[in-house]
């Protein structure tokens, strides 16, 4: 069975700095796009960032682009998430999931994920 696990979450300031993890275990990550979700109390959960199994396709959010990166190290069997320049509508539990379906053939990665991690929370207050 995979398994997600989130780390890296925590309490930053306005234009502060986290990089969260996604490591994966029970099979290896080379065989699934992973995707980063967040979901704010009291709000729908949404996609953030979702990488392809071959780094093919990548997509974000537009709230977050040019400030969230999404890589992968297959050899670790992590995938990250690195976020500068945090705002206070950044702040909810950052969730990520793996899917072996998404993001093939150069098709966006966005989607339906069949595996999901407990989740980090971000904080971003003063």
């Known amino acids: 069975q995979l398994q997600l696990v989130e780390s890296g979450g925590g309490l930053v300031q306005p234009g502060g700095s986290l990089r969260l993890s996604c490591t994966v275990s029970g099979f290896y990550s080379m065989y699934f796009a992973v995707g980063w979700y967040r979901q704010a109390t009291g709000k729908e959960r949404e996609g953030v960032s979702c990488?392809?199994?071959?780094?093919?396709?990548?997509n974000y959010a537009d709230s977050v682009k040019g400030r969230f990166t999404i890589a992968r190290d297959d050899t670790k069997n992590i995938v990250y998430l690195e976020m500068i320049n945090l705002q206070p509508e950044d702040t909810a539990v950052y969730y990520c999931a793996a899917d072996a379906k998404r993001g093939l053939d150069g098709q966006p990665c966005w989607g339906s994920y069949d595996f999901w991690g407990q989740g980090t929370p971000v904080t971003v207050s003063s």
């Open positions: 990488i392809s199994k071959d780094r093919r396709v990548i």
